[in-house]
């Protein structure tokens, strides 16, 4: 590929993950006057998408690769508990981390 | 120079993020560096793209030469999931005034995710830090990128799983909602995590987003009225 083809392909890409997020504000365009199934919807849809974004983060997790997989629902559970727990961000994730990368390297090297 | 408290409140809540982006932003830099591209192509990438999964994705187009109706496809695919993530802020991102287009442009998976969550003290001026957020956010990750085309060939550490900061900060967020104690919002979790397994199962992995989300959106549209009700009736606890 040329520079310019480059470039051609980097500008296409960006532009249309723009318009990915600019679509519901271009949709959306008069919220003086929001509906109210969409205010509610608003308000109830934000803990079903950060679960899905979980899932996505754990889409690898299958019995093909039990090792990697074992780690990734450890760490999720650890997490998990030591927020329920203790509530500390740092905590949470820091120690959450460090365990997942123990058990990819130490403990299950692939 | 003065460091206002609304930088430092948004410094603190994208901790997380630093680490995240900075490393997976490495990997992405290393990655383009190893197709033939140097540094400034990896800036230049992560400033005007900013979508990590699909800068990954670009690397392989690149490689391969594919033609731009291909590209433009796999972005609409890959990144259709952001549709979802302006409609919680259409009236904030407006009221934010020469802001909005940044904070449109700049709404990717970790930066929605924060705002989710983020409590910002009375005191401060809220647009300020969801905007010294997002900013905060980008900065990591053409930061990280820039530095993994240049130098990541220096790198010694074994840093394997150090990605693992993103499924952590996703968990802590999801566990806050759940914490929240509010029975609509519980629900609402329990129903996502039950689109994300199922369309996981029936689509597998590189496929299930959309049909997750769009699923999990119907679905709350048909039990809305029994949620809202359960919304402004207070909470479980």
Redesign the interface.
């Known amino acids: 590929m040329t520079a310019w083809q480059t470039l051609a392909v980097v500008a296409v890409v960006a532009g249309l993950t723009f318009v990915t997020r600019a679509l519901p504000f271009w949709l959306f365009r008069s919220p003086d006057r929001p509906s109210a199934w969409l205010s509610d919807l608003n308000r109830l849809m934000p803990p079903a998408v950060i679960a899905i974004l979980v899932v996505f983060c754990l889409k690898t997790v299958s019995l093909d690769a039990p090792k990697d997989s074992l780690a990734q629902l450890i760490g999720v559970a650890l997490v998990a508990l030591l927020h329920v727990w203790k509530r500390n961000n740092l905590l949470s994730i820091g120690v959450g981390t460090a365990v997942y990368m123990l058990l990819v390297q130490v403990v299950w090297p692939i | 120079m003065r460091v206002g408290p609304e930088t430092k409140f948004a410094f603190r809540q994208t ?2 993020v630093l ?1 995240g982006y900075g490393f997976l932003g490495m990997a992405f830099g290393l990655l383009l560096q190893h197709a033939g ?1 140097h540094a400034g ?1 990896a800036f ?2 992560s400033a ?4 990590g999964s ?1 800068q990954f994705v ?1 690397v392989g ?2 490689s391969s ?1 594919l033609g ?1 109706p291909a ?2 496809l796999m ?2 695919t890959i ?10 802020f ?2 904030t ?2 009221a934010m005034g020469r802001r909005f287009l940044y904070m ?2 700049s ?1 990717t ?1 970790e930066t ?2 924060l705002f ?1 969550q983020v409590q910002v003290p009375s005191e401060l001026d809220r647009y300020k830090v969801m905007f010294r957020i997002a900013l905060f956010n980008q900065i990591y990750w053409v930061g990280g990128s820039t530095l993994g085309a240049a130098f990541g060939e220096m790198a010694r550490f ?5 990605d ?16 929240s104690a509010a029975l ?3 629900l ?6 039950a ?3 199922a369309s ?1 199962l029936v689509f597998g ?1 590189d496929r ?2 959309l049909p ?2 769009l699923l ?2 119907g679905l ?2 048909l039990l ?1 009225p029994l ?2 009700r359960m ?1 402004r009736g207070g909470t479980t606890s």
């Open positions: 901790w997380p680490i591209y192509w230049l990438v005007v793209v900013y979508a699909m670009l187009i690149l030469g731009l590209a433009a972005t609409l990144n259709s999931r952001h549709f979802f993530y302006g409609l919680p259409l009236k991102f407006r449109v442009f709404l998976d929605y995710a989710c074994n840093l394997k799983g150090i693992f900061t993103m499924t952590a900060l996703f968990t802590v967020i999801l566990v806050e909602q759940w914490l609509s919002a519980r609402s979790v329990l129903l996502g995590l689109c994300g397994v996981l992995p299930f987003v997750a989300l999990a959106v709350l549209v809305r949620l809202a919304r």
